[in-house]
Structures are given as C-alpha cells and as structure tokens.
C-alpha cells in the first residue's frame, strides 16, 4: 500500500504529465488551457524531470525544445503587447503571438505589431529538475550569510540574495519565486495558461491589448478554489517534484579539486544547510551575481539587472552530451564555452581557468559533465 506522500506524489506526476486541452469541455478537471501557450503540460519542456535539450526539426536543423523567449526592458518593464513571453501557441480560432528558432541563434517572429521601444528578447532555457525542490528547504539564513561573507572578499565576487515582497527568492534564473510552490504556480500560469489561487488571472500571459484572448472562455470551477488549479494540485506536483533527487557527486575527484581551486565553489556551492541540518547537493549559492555583458541580453526583472543572474545549479543534467546546452540562453554548446562567457564577478575564475593546463582544464570539464 502506497503512502499518504507517495499518493501524492502520484497524483502530481499525473497533473506534471497532463496534456491540458481548451475549456469549455466535458472534463473540467484538464481544460483551462490558454488561450495562449508555450506547452500544452509540464513534461513539454520537462520530460522525464530534464530539461531543454537539443533535437533535430522536421527540416533536418536543429533547435531547441524546452526554450522560450522572454520579453523586457533592464529595469523589468515587459511588452504592453505581448507581455512577458512569446506565446508560440494558442487554442483554436487565435492565433500565436509569433514563433520562435534557437538554434544556431535566435530567430522570431511576431504575427502582431513590432515590440516596444527599449523592449529587447532574451532566451530562457527550461532547466532540469532533480535535486531543485529541496532548495525549498534553505533557510533564509543559509543564503544570507554568503551574501554578507561575499562582500568580504577581495576577488571580485559578491551576490546579493533577490529580497522580494514575498520573502527571499530560490527560484527562476534571477531568483524571482521565493518558494517551489510559487515557482509551479508562475509555471503553469506564463507557460500553459492555467489560473491558480497563486496566479489568478485566468489568461495566462495575455494582456490588456490582446483583445480576442480576453473574450475566450476560461476553465475557471469552484471544483479548483475557482481557478484552474487549485492550490492542493499545486501542492501534488511540488510532492512529485520532491521526489526527483540529485545525484552524488565525486567529492575527491581530481576535477572537484580543481573546481574549488580556481573559485568555481565560490558561486557554485557543492551542498547547502536545510532547515532540518542536511546538506543536500546543490552548486549554486542562490544569490545573484552580475555576469559582465556577454551574459547580458537587455531583459531585466523587477529589482534584478538584465546583467545579474541567480547562480545555476549544476546539479541534474542528465541528457547526452549532444542534446546539452548551457547557460540561460543555450548559447554555449560546452563547459568551456559556458565559462568563456563568464564576465563581470565571474572573470577572475575565468582568467583562472584559461590559464589551467589541458589536463587539469579536462579535468575540470569532466567533472562539471558528471554532475
């Protein structure tokens, strides 16, 4: 007999794995969709708790699937238009906000006016899953210390934890969501379209502007808190979430060694303290870090620079070198092409690592690879 969690957990896969279809239809309990969309479920840029990954289109080219196009200015402001991300996809009689290629460099389109002045587009890849929802489990203290030891230091690197309204953010690329269960919530609201006591607008990302995605029906139920999702689905996925875990890494491999001595354990912290006192894996510290302007691609959030990025958890990549990208964009193909990019608080690790020999820079990659 399963346990009340391992229920749960079922559950969550289940609603993860959903292919969500337009209201209104006879099983309230899967529509909601849109009217706007970037995936039709959670595993359309997840499958089996990865995530984006490399693949060859019907042309014979290469893309990317898992990758989406944000919208904004430096200081956060999104499109008035099209709002905060390109929606490729929408329900019957509308029509997509654009499309978008990733490979071997952006290219979209836009099916409806050009964006704002000052708007620029970035890419944001979705990432792996194993191991991130305990970071939900990180006291605020565990990530404020790094923050006030960084300003210590004489290297250069600094971090700054994202202090939001809500309380100090874990997760996003700039650390926007304070908690996993937030982070499931923006999720299915910008990405599917589904409305959730935490994202109760039942329009997903569609704006004031976008008229005829205004007068589509929604697939709003008491059923759901009112909403599409209802806060106890919210808490099912986070429970299958949960049960996607990192691996170990190879503490005493000649690479960790390396890893450390070059300041990459700097950012890129191995484990971290949870409330209970584990450590659990993680290599990131979760604060920001301002990445110098190879790494800036004009698309800020509220409060963080288009410049400053969360540190990357360099936990849960599964997939086959070849299907690998790096970087919020996937604009690095390798780890070292991924830390050729490293500027701003990261350059003093990089002249490191540029200066290593071909045997401890392999080293290195190796165990960054197997993480």
């Known amino acids: 007999m399963l346990r009340a969690d391992q229920l749960d957990a079922a559950v969550g896969k289940a609603l993860f794995d959903r292919q969500w279809i337009p209201a209104p239809a006879s099983t309230k309990a899967t529509d909601g969709l849109g009217p706007f969309f970037s995936s039709r479920s959670c595993t359309g840029c997840h499958s089996r708790g990865e995530g984006a990954h490399v693949v060859t289109r019907d042309d014979g080219q290469a893309d990317i699937v898992g ?34 290629r990733f490979l071997p460099d952006l290219k979209y389109n836009l099916t409806g006016p050009a964006l704002a002045d000052g708007v620029n587009a970035g890419v944001r890849l979705a990432p792996p899953l194993f191991g991130r929802a305990a970071f939900d489990d990180v006291p605020d203290e565990e990530i404020l210390k790094r923050a006030v030891a960084g300003e210590r230091k004489a290297d250069g690197v600094k ?31 910008i990405d599917i379209g589904l409305s959730s006591p935490k994202m109760p607008f039942p329009y997903g990302d569609c704006t004031k502007l976008e008229t005829a ?133 990261a350059e003093h690790s990089r002249n490191l690592f540029e200066a290593l020999s071909q045997d401890d820079k392999k080293r290195l990659v190796e165990y960054v690879n197997g993480l």
């Open 159 to 189: 971090g700054r934890a994202n202090v939001t309204a809500q309380g100090i953010g874990r997760y996003g690329w700039k650390a926007a969501h304070v908690t996993l269960d937030d982070q499931v919530a923006h999720a299915f609201a």
């Open 213 to 345: 995605c205004l007068a589509l029906p929604n697939g709003e139920s008491p059923e759901f808190d009112g909403r599409e999702i209802s806060s106890a689905m919210l808490g099912y996925v986070d429970s299958y979430l949960k049960t996607l875990r990192a691996g170990s890494d190879a503490a005493d491999s000649p690479g960790a060694a390396v890893f450390g001595a070059i300041g990459c354990a700097s950012c890129h912290v191995p484990t971290l303290a949870t409330r209970d006192g584990r450590q659990i894996p993680a290599f990131t510290d979760l604060l920001l870090h301002d990445m110098g302007p190879l790494l800036d691609d004009g698309v800020g959030e509220p409060g963080v620079k288009s410049s400053e990025w969360r540190t990357a958890p360099l936990i849960g990549h599964r997939l086959p070198s070849e299907q690998r990208r790096f970087l919020h964009d996937g604009s690095a193909a390798t780890v070292e092409e991924a830390i050729g990019k490293h500027c701003g608080e």
């Open 67 to 100: 990758a989406v196009v944000r919208f904004g200015k430096g200081d956060g402001t999104t499109d008035p238009f099209y709002g905060l991300q390109l929606q490729t996809d929408a329900v019957p009689t509308l029509m997509p906000e654009g499309h978008a």
